[in-house]
T-cell receptor, first 111, second 110 residues
Framework: DAGITQSPRHKVTETGTPVTLRCHQTENHRYMYWYRQDPGHGLRLIHYSYGVKDTDKGEVSDGYSVSRSKTEDFLLTLESATSSQTSVYFC??????????FGPGTRLTVT | QKEVEQNSGPLSVPEGAIASLNCTYSDRGSQSFFWYRQYSGKSPELIMFIYSNGDKEDGRFTAQLNKASQYVSLLIRDSQPSDSATYLCAVTGTASKLTFGTGTRLQVTL
């Protein structure tokens, strides 16, 4: 499991509130990724990071921002949560090879 | 056209049979191909990867790649009820990013 943890594991929040999800890895992997998974859409990349302070957008980045101030931590922020952001969020890492390993996921519900 | 396509299933096979899962992709430049297994409510788990044309075997699993046809498949021999899960096909693009199919649900019946 590449030593990946995500917090919180479950969260319910109200529309319009900011939310931050945390991904922590212990493998010193360079690359980190945030995905969301929704029925009928599969896994879609939100943002990714290729090093400390180096991030880029994925295919569904609108409404999300990320930060990576340390190799081990990658934060995903929903600036103002909307119901369309209700989803399961997965963090993944790889160390430079192409295989990605996933964290346990965070189930987010926006009411 | 979706970049990575899989039949959503469910694919139902009897215990002990061979399950064949298929995936097609659109980007001819893709170099690496992955199969993940995902149990309901859990995270995806990497089970196979393949880079070269042909077959790659690992235990009961065989991945097959045909770049000319843009086709990758996963065979599961001697299917067990514990193999019942959703299988995700993934293909690399730039910056080590993966594009996933929506997955095929496999049901192994007793």
């Amino acid at each position: 499991d590449a030593g990946i943890t995500q917090s919180p594991r479950h969260k319910v929040t109200e529309t319009g509130t900011p939310v931050t999800l945390r991904c922590h890895q212990t493998e010193n992997h360079r690359y980190m990724y945030w995905y969301r998974q929704d029925p009928g859409h599969g896994l879609r990349l939100i943002h990714y990071s290729y090093g400390v302070k180096d991030t880029d957008k994925g295919e569904v980045s609108d409404g999300y921002s990320v930060s990576r101030s340390k190799t081990e931590d990658f934060l995903l922020t929903l600036e103002s949560a909307t119901s369309s952001q209700t989803s399961v969020y997965f963090c993944a890492t790889n160390g430079g090879d192409t295989e990605q390993y996933f964290g346990p996921g965070t189930r987010l519900t926006v009411t | 056209q979706k970049e990575v396509e899989q039949n959503s299933g469910p694919l139902s096979v009897p215990e002990g049979a061979i399950a064949s899962l298929n995936c097609t992709y659109s980007d001819r430049g893709s170099q690496s191909f992955f199969w993940y297994r995902q149990y309901s409510g859990k995270s995806p788990e990497l089970i196979m990867f393949i880079y070269s044309n042909g077959d790659k075997e690992d235990g009961r699993f065989t991945a097959q790649l045909n770049k000319a046809s843009q086709y990758v498949s996963l065979l599961i021999r001697d299917s067990q009820p514990s193999d019942s899960a959703t299988y995700l096909c993934a293909v690399t693009g730039t910056a080590s990013k993966l594009t996933f199919g929506t997955g095929t649900r496999l049901q192994v019946t007793l």
